[in-house]
């Protein structure tokens, strides 16, 4: 079972309509014709059975059987704070494997080691982002925000989340995932920083640090950023699941 995406403003109470490539998708690549059932999402936690009742060039128009709300959207919320990275490529694939894991929203980060600091993909980003929601059956699509400083970041991060940097060498208060267990009844969000290629600075760990920040141990192995980051994620949803009565 495959979904497809519609935004919400597309949808009325007992029809919704799709358009643009979308819609191309559906009539002229997988043949779509008029009476078979899709499911579509609006990428804000609800699902409709749709039939499809009439199609043009550029748009489909469906009948809504049946509006599910999406229930498998992780409890805790994850905001990933990625910072961006030499290899553009290895940045889509963070997005890619983070929305198909449940990450929440993603925010690229700028650090004193990053070296592309390109920060005009963030439409190509969230194009990767929905391609990710639809092929891991999600119905919220997480936003990916344009490129923040790490600074600015780490001050006016949210007090009221669980936040995290993940860093690789020894540094005061490290902690592996197992040692916050008792940390996640209290937050429902959860932040977590990934540095670029060459890692956070010292200076820029103390500042976490001193903002209340956890510093996460990821084991002694040395881990690429993308790896850091699929990894982090991973952990922090596998320890909601066990805390889940």
């Not at 009539?27 to 804000?44: A, C, H, M, N, Y």
């Not at 540094?171 to 977590?192: A, H, M, P, Q, Y």
Request: neutral net charge; glycine residues 6%; hydrophobic residues 35%.
């Amino acid at each position: 079972m495959e979904y497809y995406y519609t935004p919400k403003e597309n949808i009325s109470s007992h029809s919704l309509s799709i358009k643009g490539d979308e819609a191309k998708h559906l009539s002229r690549v997988l043949r779509k014709k008029e009476g078979e059932e899709i499911f579509v999402t609006d990428g804000e936690y609800n699902l409709f059975k749709s039939e499809i009742r009439r199609t043009g060039k550029d748009f489909i128009e469906c009948e809504i059987k049946e509006h599910i709300l999406a229930l498998n959207e992780p409890t805790i919320k994850i905001s990933l704070y990625q910072s961006l990275l030499k290899n553009p490529s290895r940045f889509e694939f963070v997005i890619e494997k983070a929305v198909e894991l449940g990450v929440y929203e993603i925010i690229p980060l700028i650090t004193e080691h990053v070296i592309n600091k390109n920060t005009s993909r963030v439409e190509r980003w969230q194009s990767i982002a929905l391609s990710a929601m639809k092929q891991s059956q999600r119905c919220y699509l997480p936003k990916i925000k344009s490129p923040v400083p790490f600074p600015g970041s780490v001050n006016s991060i949210n007090k009221d989340k669980l936040n995290l940097l993940a860093h690789e060498h020894d540094s005061t208060g490290r902690k592996k995932i197992s040692d916050l267990k008792s940390e996640f009844v209290n937050f429902s969000k959860v932040s977590i920083f990934i540095g670029p290629e060459g890692g956070f600075t010292d200076e820029e760990v103390n500042t976490a640090f001193n903002c209340g920040f956890k510093i996460l141990d990821l084991g002694n192995r040395k881990l690429r950023s993308e790896t850091a980051a699929v990894l982090s994620a991973g952990l922090v949803l596998s320890l909601e699941k066990n805390l889940q009565p």
